[in-house]
């Protein structure tokens, strides 16, 4: 016997409309068999649809939370190895640790090698560091240790020129123009004919964007050359491609 359905008013018979599903009269929820009102078209106890007879998942409120906490332990572990990964492959393309690859052999370095070094050994690896760091472009690999590569040298003391020239370098590279200024005029204070002091300030005056005063370190540099060169000093001999550069540029400009 049909009726119509208390849902959609569309003609029904048994015990749920054909049409939109609802309850036609009290009766059961086919998955947890509690009694339905009328019209219903879920289950007010399960959910459960009454035209599918299918459940509806329980809220991440309730019910077993088991499978969504061993989810997220995995999704964890996903997460943690990649950060590893990616870590590891900046590590290899230029990132890499302090003092990592200055050991003899390409080794790396230990604690204990590093405490046992003098300062000069340690601004000496790290001046190496530096300049091989801008040498082959990777300027924020060279920003990171020269500001090291500049402490151990303020730690060994009293600075010769050679150590002035390289401390003018890290500077010049870590865009200290300041520092390397400093160390330009401290030298040149000394001996004002002197090569490296001429050249680290040809290269200050270059990065300081003075045209005038470059001009000027190069004329001079040109002129002390030949009188300077026929000395013995050992800083000469060690910086002469960086002499040797400055004069092929100065005697290109002239």
Same mark, same amino acid.
């Given at each position: ?17 054909? &049409? ?34 299918? =459940? ?5 409120? /309730? ?8 989810? /997220? +332990?995995?999704?964890?572990?996903? %997460?943690?190895?990649? !950060? ?23 080794? %790396?370095?230990?604690?204990?090698? +590093? ?40 730690? *060994?003391?009293? !600075? ?8 003018? !370098? ?20 000394? &001996? ?34 030949? =009188? ?14 960086? *002499? ?11």
């Amino acid at each position: 016997m049909s009726t119509a359905c208390p849902r959609c008013g569309e003609a029904a018979s048994g015990k749920f409309c054909s &049409n939109c599903g609802s309850s036609l009269g009290a009766s059961a929820c086919p998955q947890c068999h509690s009694a339905l009102k009328a019209g219903a078209q879920f289950c007010q106890n399960c959910g459960s649809s009454m035209a599918t007879g299918a =459940a509806v998942p329980a809220p991440l409120g /309730g019910g077993n939370r088991l499978p969504w906490i061993v989810a /997220g +332990i995995a999704l964890v572990g996903v %997460m943690a190895l990649v !950060l590893v990964q990616t870590a590891s492959k900046k590590d290899e393309g230029g990132s890499v640790a302090p003092f990592a690859g200055s050991a003899p052999a390409g080794g %790396m370095l230990s604690a204990a090698d +590093i405490a046992n070094m003098s300062p000069q050994e340690k601004s000496d690896r790290l001046f190496n560091r530096v300049m091989m760091y801008a040498s082959e472009g990777k300027r924020d690999s060279a920003a990171i240790f020269a500001p090291m590569a500049i402490q151990s040298f303020d730690m *060994i003391g009293t !600075l010769g020129v050679h150590q002035r020239f390289d401390v003018g !370098l890290v500077a010049l590279v870590s865009g200290d123009l300041v520092r390397a200024k400093i160390e330009a005029e401290t030298i040149l204070k000394q &001996n004002p004919n002197d090569l490296l002091g001429l050249t680290l300030a040809i290269r200050v005056a270059e990065a300081s964007g003075n045209s005038a005063a470059r001009g000027d370190y190069e004329k001079r540099l040109i002129a002390a050359e030949p =009188a300077e060169r026929k000395s013995t000093r050992q800083e000469y001999v060690d910086h002469g491609n960086d *002499i040797d550069a400055a004069l092929k540029e100065a005697r290109a400009r002239k």
